[in-house]
T-cell receptor, first 109, second 115 residues
Framework: AQRVTQPEKLLSVFKGAPVELKCNYSYSGSPELFWYVQYSRQRLQLLLRHISRESIKGFTADLNKGETSFHLKKPFAQEEDSAMYYCALSRGSQGNLIFGKGTKLSVKP | DTEVTQTPKHLVMGMTNKKSLKCEQHMGHRAMYWYKQKAKKPPELMFVYSYEKLSINESVPSRFSPECPNSSLLNLHLHALQPEDSALYLC??????????????FGEGSRLTVL
């Protein structure tokens, strides 16, 4: 079965602390994974994808096929990182995405 | 223009009404999507249009009827809805082929309330 699991509904850290948002997936083929973010009162937007292997706003995510994970990490959290983060898996071609349930990140001053 | 525009932002309708949600993008994307998002839940795919043709219907009830009149517009026609259909309806677009098909650009959504 195709599935995306984000085990934490809410993650609260202090400014400057490292943050890791967990994502595990289940997919029989070669997975294509994404992190989407939704800041308060803004639309859902792409943060990063595993294919590009880039760092956006200091966030990185590495696909670990052995552990079927795609955790999102940032060494030093900022208050402006507070948002809802969704891990998503592409089911084949096009934007046929399965979203995880999301993790709400709260960065406290 | 890198935005997906949805209208109306809010809609309240009765169970016997007929209404439509509209979505527009001018990014040259040839894939467009309808997602449904209930409160505190992730978005769930409803329909995918690719090159103005319906390519995916995620077993959505027929009271939801999508339409793609041209490459920039996507409509969702609503008829005889149920209160449980109340949700935020998100439109999105992307390239239809190539490496960027998973990069979706979302609209702000139309919040639908069915009385």
């Amino acid at each position: 079965a195709q599935r995306v699991t984000q085990p934490e509904k809410l993650l609260s850290v202090f400014k400057g602390a490292p943050v890791e948002l967990k994502c595990n997936y289940s997919y029989s083929g070669s997975p294509e994974l994404f992190w989407y973010v939704q800041y308060s009162r803004q639309r859902l937007q792409l943060l990063l994808r595993h294919i590009s292997r880039e760092s956006i706003k200091g966030f990185t995510a590495d696909l670990n096929k052995g552990e079927t994970s795609f955790h999102l990490k940032k060494p030093f959290a900022q208050e402006e990182d507070s948002a809802m983060y969704y891990c998503a898996l592409s089911r084949g071609s096009q934007g046929n995405l399965i979203f995880g349930k999301g993790t709400k990140l709260s960065v406290k001053p | 223009d890198t935005e997906v525009t949805q209208t109306p932002k809010h809609l309240v309708m009765g169970m016997t009404n007929k209404k439509s949600l509209k979505c527009e993008q001018h990014m040259g994307h040839r894939a467009m999507y309808w997602y449904k998002q209930k409160a505190k839940k992730p978005p769930e795919l409803m329909f995918v249009y690719s090159y103005e043709k319906l390519s995916i219907n995620e077993s959505v009830p027929s009271r939801f009827s999508p339409e793609c009149p041209n490459s920039s517009l996507l409509n969702l026609h609503l008829h005889a809805l149920q209160p449980e259909d109340s949700a935020l309806y998100l439109c999105a677009s992307s390239q239809a082929s190539g490496a960027n098909t998973g990069e979706l650009f979302f609209g702000e959504g139309s919040r639908l309330t069915v009385l």
